[in-house]
């Protein structure tokens, strides 16, 4: 039933969280062979195989997934980065470039924009390795940022809160700009995100970043969700580095993810992050 689902996924977080990859994979992955049909778990899974370092295995466990839910643009944006982080940036770039050119349920705001940004990112990454003469070219502007966090979670019908605090105190609102000129484009109260705070120009200084359940419609699902939280520094950029965060959060739960110095150079210190 779903508390002992909720169970063994507390389980494999815990796991995740001691350092044995293998078990917090093999939990997830039994609950997923329990039922193929369920994309919420196999979204888990791949997920749980991203942040082992396997994203060959996390491909195909999120290809199954866009078989299952090909009108969810998340599902083509999850195969998209396994398949950049595998190394197969032409299918990535399909996978984005499909989401940026479709017209998806309006419960998806901004997702077009969103996948275009990551699109040009990944060709000014990957060079002549990708092959774009078939796309839309008004979609392929890289704009670089010093500083990219990006909140997505597995619950469909749950409102999830990116909550970002820079230097000056100042929390990032969706819709508007910081003083500092971040920008927090859209509040997910569907389901699944993303959400994306960015900043072109990272002021040096002291960021927190916070994830906040805001409360679920989703009658059938596990009641915490599974919530990744990916922190890059030098998006869009040859020196672009990223650290994945994976939390669990109870309904009307608030939890900070990281809490980091920015330098005057551009960079943070993704490797302390909690």
């Not at 290809?63 to 190394?87: F, I, K, N, T």
Request: net charge neutral; glycine share 8%; hydrophobic share 40%.
């Amino acid at each position: 039933d779903e508390g002992t689902r909720a169970h063994y996924h507390d389980i494999a977080q815990l796991l995740a969280e001691r350092g044995l990859a293998d078990l917090a994979i093999r939990v997830p992955s039994n609950l997923a062979e329990i039922d193929l049909e369920n994309r919420h778990l196999l979204r888990i899974l791949g997920h749980r195989l991203m942040a082992a370092g396997n994203p060959e295995l996390a491909s195909a466990v999120f290809a199954r997934v866009l078989e299952l839910a090909p009108y969810e643009p998340q599902s083509h944006r999850d195969l998209a980065l396994a398949c950049g982080a595998a190394g197969q940036a032409q299918k990535a770039a399909n996978h984005l470039y499909e989401i940026a050119r479709r017209t998806w349920h309006a419960r998806f705001p901004g997702i077009q924009e969103l996948a275009a940004a990551e699109l040009s990112a990944l060709g000014a990454r990957a060079g002549n390795g990708i092959d774009t003469s078939r796309m839309d070219a008004r979609l392929l502007r890289n704009l670089p940022l010093q500083l990219r966090v990006v909140a997505t979670w597995d619950s469909d019908n749950t409102n999830i809160d990116l909550v970002v605090t820079d230097p000056n105190g100042e929390v990032a609102q969706p819709g508007r700009l910081t003083f500092q000129g971040g920008r927090h484009a859209w509040n997910f109260f569907g389901g699944y995100g993303p959400e994306e705070f960015a900043l072109k120009h990272a002021k040096p200084g002291r960021y927190q970043v916070a994830v906040r359940h805001a409360g679920t419609r989703q009658q059938t699902l596990l009641a915490p969700t599974t919530v990744q939280i990916a922190i890059t520094t030098g998006f869009g950029t040859s020196g672009e580095r990223t650290r994945v965060v994976t939390r669990r959060l109870a309904p009307h739960q608030t939890l900070t993810v990281a809490d980091f110095d920015f330098s005057e150079g551009g960079t943070a210190p993704l490797a302390e992050l909690r």
